[in-house]
């Protein structure tokens, strides 16, 4: 034993070497400046510090990374490793990390990350058209300790979690008490959809219009329809914003490059960070579930991303004065995937009930790790609510999950 961490090999595995970064210049760019267009909606003038409540709670921070459906096979197995070369090389040796967590409930995403947020099993609406039943990590924080709105945020890439991040159907709790959500990825819809309502198809068409959409749906006033819930929206853009943004467009117009749904939530959860700081993100990683269109290689190419930038959101994390050595960051899956050679196709899909659905990872870095282990004994989705709400000094509430006894308060 190393430094406190079990040998990899104890636990079927063995680290992997460090990866080439693979994203190209002007991606960046777009992604960075597309970041600093949510910051700039929502606050311009101002820090998020210099207006919220402070004092309220432990002063401990949270950042959760969730990954869609991805087996163990693919990941924390001698053959996948070469997948998650930042998880299993850079992050693995400093984690708290759980070689079994049972996702015992249904499988689909919104009554995952249900789960991992109330502390409870619960059935409902798989595509999150019915909130849950019971009170958020959000509203638990919210209410128990008065914390303003711009503490709570969530940036996914699955926008099925609308109902579910804005609060529970509890009659005490509700909506007064959700959290901040953004859904990059309606930026662009809106700009397309925009576009074809008013019948400019050719503008979809030519790539060198296309700038001309984006920009148009970034002057708009209707935020709801971009995608996100704000607080003290504002009809303007911050011109410095609004500047890098119209840069990066047309840089990212004329390179025609690609980009996808997480490095665009990745980007704009980075900025949320420097730009309001907040004490509970949530970020919902979902290019893995290309999987559902039969792509092997696509799926592969959504966890490598994925593996990429949970490892820069950690990087973050250590970066960020208002982060460093105060936070607890966690990276789980939400579930994993069926098994090959089963009736439903395999990876295709997550609702066969058996380990390679049900039996997780995860891992925990920052602030409550005492010692980096790997911990043999299953622990449950349900148990996260009320580990993290605990960290934060939330009034205790009753739910089917427990506190993980190895995490440091």
Known sequence: MENGLCPAAEVGFELAADPESMVDGSRRTFLRAAGLLVAGLMLPQARADESRQTGAGSGHKVVVAVIGGVRRDETFSPDGLVNIPHLSADLLPKSLFYQHARNEGVTAHFNAISSILTGNWQRVDDWGKLAPTTPTLFEQFRKGLGVDRSDTWVVASNKALTSLIGASSDSSYGPAYGANVVFPKQLMLQAVVGALREGRTANMADRSKVEAELESAMEGSNYEGLGWNVFDASD??????????????????????????????????????????????????????????????????????????????????????????????????????????????????????????????????????DKPQVIERPIRHIDICPTLAGLLGCPPMDSQGRRIAEFRS
């Open 236 to 369: 303007r853009l911050d011109p410095r914003v609004r500047g890098s943004i119209e840069t990066a467009i047309a840089n990212f117009v004329r390179s025609g490059g690609p980009t996808s749904g997480d490095e665009l939530t990745f980007h704009m959860s980075r900025e949320v960070m420097r730009k309001f700081s907040p004490r509970v993100l949530v970020v919902v990683f979902s290019d893995v579930e290309a999987a559902h269109f039969g792509s092997y290689a696509l799926h592969l190419s959504g966890l490598k991303t994925a593996d990429r930038l949970a490892y820069q959101l950690w990087q973050e994390v250590e970066a960020n004065p208002d982060y460093r050595g105060k936070t607890t960051m966690v990276i789980l899956p939400e579930f994993g995937r069926d098994p090959d050679g089963s009736s439903t196709n395999g990876f295709f899909n997550h609702r066969a009930n058996t380990d390679s659905t049900r039996d997780t990872w995860m891992m925990t870095l920052g602030a409550s790790v």
